[in-house]
């Protein structure tokens, strides 16, 4: 795998946990009064448009490497997006949470392995 290629899957999976958080935090402000519609829009918006990068970027990945491969690093966005959703949108998960984190990380580690 080139540097380009690793790059490539870096901001794939980066596009997703981003579309994520925003969708996230479009939906969190819905039922605020008052309700900033643009505000709304702007992030539910951005969500769709990564969400779009994201499913083009995976094609894209899809013909240039083995599922084998690429598995690995879509098996490590739930933890990625656990973490992001720790840093940028300040939440708390639960403690079942991390062993999730950590099953999902030892799991993503052994099937890297193979």
Request: glycine fraction near 12%.
């Amino acid at each position: 795998m080139t540097a380009a290629g690793l790059g490539l899957i870096l901001l794939s999976q980066g596009c997703l946990v981003a579309g994520q958080l925003a969708l996230k935090s479009g939906m969190s402000r819905f039922n605020d009064r008052p309700r900033a519609s643009g505000r709304i829009a702007a992030f539910l918006g951005l969500g769709i448009a990564l969400l779009t990068a994201w499913f083009f970027l995976w094609m894209e990945l899809l013909q240039r490497f083995d599922l084998s491969l690429l598995y690995p690093f879509q098996g490590l966005t739930p933890v990625l997006t656990v973490l992001a959703s720790i840093v940028v949108l300040h939440e708390r998960p639960t403690w079942q949470a991390g062993v999730g984190v950590v099953l999902i990380t030892g799991g993503t580690a052994l099937v890297g392995l193979s």
